[in-house]
């Protein structure tokens, strides 16, 4: 065990104090501190430019009602109360060009406008729109190159319905008050479910911040993500660079090959943990500071870091033995690539499991190592979490699967670490599991 | 100190040593010699149990081997390794973990090796700003750093500059007569034979010799003869009645004789001015080429043909 000890404290430091890893450390401080001051430094101010919007109002009854609503928010909203602008103002241009009645030659001509940035967007609105039954007529169309920039078809949308709204009011024979009293609303407001503690006191429903439903699963499956990618190559460059520089028979001459990959792993393991701390850490202090903690599900990070765990040593090891077999970085890349399919797979699958985390896709992905780990942490981190039997069923498994990938590297590596000569095919490293040593 | 009862290792068809046996004293200086790929390594890191044989028996310190053994052993491999990134007295002291020390007395075992091998000024230095001279002086003491009471020492001199490896040869002895047995394999017959007082010779993972030196050229006989002419003239084979395998050597020339070497010596004189006459034992190396040289001829699967002798 000391000798082990020793390894994990070698090779840990050597990771550890490098400038690249504190490097890394930094990052949480940098990526968040530097999101919140952009939003404070620039907010709205990123791009101010005018943006110039041709409508071509086919039923002649919506463009003076757009132009002034324009102006009204191009007075309000775009501009604060100390005449600072917090945001791009759009211009209203209605068309009066000749092929208004042309749908071909209308689209080409202000295409090219937008096209030559003689404008930003243009709209048509049909004949039939304002109608209630409008047929084929009742068209809304928006056109722009820059389908990223949406405030600008989303003021369009409301904008026009609104104005429909009150025409037709207005038409009914009510008056503006009404009007405002009829149309009037109330925004959704989201909640999860209510509970009651063990005193049976009702546990008050907090409030959905679907942001938060979205970033916390998956900031943390890229945390995962993020550990294990920047843990195991280390292994990987480690067993290597002993390999190739001949310090792995001076150490088997000192401990055993089961003791020498135990330790990198430990030590890689720790490494990672270190990694994805100091980001738990930061993430967790910020979320406190804007009493914004309730966001995380409770338990989210103890499972979060078991999880974590068991893939660091599955990957880690499936790392280390494999390389252990190959001459060079370039071969043991190679096997990497593979390896890693197992973990990006599950990884870009969490936007499925975020939607629909209960699904059956999302609890079948959940309970198959190694995607399981990603898969399930997703679930986790999306209130109210999964049933508790899934995941220690998903745990059992994972962790029946990180120990036999244990075993199968511990005997790979004991194998090829010793090994010269070319690199072992797939084949080659099935034949080694079942090889003597 | 160290015994190998009918070792056999295969490699996928090869093997690599065949039945083998082995006795190395406690306080020996054992020269393990046999050309390469003759099995001497494998030999070596089964005794460290770095690998396993397939059949046979080791035991070492009297005892069958246990990896916990290596504690007690200083192993230097043929292809040198240490980290280059790390700083000398860093990895010193990792390697002093690594055979059990504590850090406390790693540290202090690496500082004394490298005041003695003249490295004190390079101790907070990393490997890679380091000569290769210096690096296998470090990697000495990485083997030694323990105080092992078996070092096994894989081509320890290959590469050496002529001032390190008197350097590292007087420490190799001042080990041995502090009681370190010694093992140390290397192709170069020169070597062994200067520095070695028992030796063995592998070839084609079989044992061909065994003992002391003295012991291996008294079975030899003075059957060898060193003839050198003043005007450095070269002997042409069949000049010389009673003559065979001859070997120029530079300065003089060696041969085997049979017979009476009055008469090659005066068949020599009539040839030119004789400036220098030995008879000698075969060398080590003259020993290996009788030994190889039939085996050769044979198939691969042929094993040695002369009896190992014993000391």
């Known amino acids: ?437 | 100190m160290v015994s190998l009862f009918d070792v056999v290792k295969r490699y996928r068809g090869h093997t690599a040593v065949d039945h083998f046996n082995l006795q190395v004293p406690e306080g020996a200086l054992f020269g393990f010699i046999g050309p390469n790929g003759s099995g001497k390594t494998t030999t070596l890191r089964m005794i460290l149990r770095i690998i396993e044989p397939d059949s046979g028996s080791i035991s070492v310190f009297g005892k069958p081997h246990t990896v916990t053994a290596n504690n007690a052993i200083g192993y230097l491999p043929e292809e040198r390794g240490l980290y280059r990134k790390m700083t000398v007295l860093r990895q010193l002291v990792y390697f002093g973990n690594l055979k059990g020390m504590s850090n406390r007395e790693a540290r202090l075992s690496a500082e004394t090796w490298l005041e003695r091998l003249e490295l004190g000024a390079w101790r907070d230095k990393k490997l890679e700003t380091l000569s290769k001279g210096m690096s296998q002086k470090i990697q000495f003491i990485a083997t030694v750093l323990a105080r092992p009471r078996l070092l096994i020492l894989d081509e320890p001199f290959s590469g050496l500059d002529p001032v390190n490896l008197e350097t590292l040869r007087g420490a190799l002895l001042e080990l041995c007569r502090e009681g370190t047995t010694v093992i140390f394999s290397t192709h170069d017959m020169h070597t062994a034979e200067h520095l070695c007082d028992h030796i063995c010779m592998i070839y084609r993972g079989g044992k061909v010799l065994d003992g002391s030196l003295e012991s291996i050229q008294a079975t030899y006989g003075e059957d060898t003869l060193r003839i050198g002419f003043r005007d450095r003239r070269e002997l042409k084979p069949g000049e010389l009645e009673g003559v065979h395998t001859l070997r120029h050597l530079g300065r003089y020339m060696e041969m085997r004789f049979s017979g009476e070497p009055h008469g090659i010596l005066e068949q020599a004189m009539r040839l030119g001015r004789v400036e220098h006459f030995e008879i000698v034992h075969p060398s080590l190396h003259d020993i290996f080429v009788r030994i190889a040289q039939p085996v050769r001829s044979e198939s691969p699967q042929t094993t040695a043909p002369a009896p190992a002798t014993d000391a």
């Open chain 1, 1 to 437: 065990m000391r000798k082990v000890l020793a390894v994990v404290k070698t090779e840990y430091r050597q990771v550890v104090l490098t400038k690249s890893f504190l490097l890394s450390l930094l990052f949480p401080v940098l990526i968040y501190g530097g999101m919140f001051g952009a939003s404070i430094l620039f907010g709205d101010k990123a791009d101010l430019r005018d943006r110039v919007f041709v409508v071509a109002d086919r039923s002649g009854e919506l463009i003076a009602g757009l132009v002034a609503a324009n102006r009204d928010r191009n007075r309000s909203e775009v501009v604060e109360k100390s005449g600072r602008q917090v945001g791009p103002r759009f211009v209203i241009e209605p068309y009066t060009g000749e092929h208004l009645d042309d749908d071909q030659k209308l689209l080409l001509e202000l295409s090219e406008r937008v096209r030559t940035q003689d404008a930003f967007a243009f709209a048509i609105i049909g004949a039939g729109y304002p109608a209630v039954e409008g047929g084929d007529d009742d068209l809304l169309h928006y056109y722009s190159d820059s389908p990223t920039f949406s405030r600008l078809p989303d003021w369009f949308s409301q904008t026009t319905r609104e104005l429909v709204e009150t025409r037709r009011f207005t038409e009914a024979g009510y008056d503006q008050r009404e009007i405002n009293l009829l149309t009037s609303h109330n925004r959704l407001e989201r909640f999860s479910l209510a509970e009651v503690d063990e005193e049976g006191n009702l546990i008050e429903p907090t409030e959905e911040n679907r942001l938060a439903a979205f970033f916390i699963p998956f900031g943390l499956v890229m945390l995962i993500f993020i550990s294990i990618q920047m843990t195991t190559p280390i292994l990987l460059n480690s067993v290597i660079e002993e390999k190739m520089q001949r310090i792995s028979e001076v150490l088997l001459s000192s401990l055993t090959p089961m003791q020498l990959l135990s330790g990198k792993l430990i030590a890689g393991v720790l490494v990672g943990l270190t990694f994805s701390a100091a980001y738990v850490l930061t993430l967790s202090f910020t979320l406190r500071f804007f009493e914004k903690l309730e966001w995380i599900p409770q338990g989210t990070f103890l499972w979060f870091f078991l999880f974590l765990i068991m893939g660091m040593f599955t990957f880690g090891s499936l790392f280390a033995g494999v390389s252990a077999g190959c001459q060079d970085i370039k071969d043991s890349q190679n096997f990497a690539g593979t390896i890693i399919l197992f973990l990006l797979v599950p990884m870009m699958l969490s936007l499925v499991i975020i939607e629909s985390p209960d699904g059956p896709f999302a609890v079948g992905l959940s309970l198959v190592p190694p995607f399981s780990i990603l898969a399930m942490v997703t679930r986790i981190a999306i209130p109210p979490g999964p049933p508790d039997w899934q995941i220690y069923l998903s745990l059992g498994l994972n962790l029946v699967f990180t120990l036999t990938v244990l075993w199968a590297s511990s005997r790979l590596f004991r194998i090829g670490i010793l090994a010269q000569g070319k690199t072992p095919t797939w084949r080659e490293l099935l034949r080694w599991l079942f090889q003597r040593g």
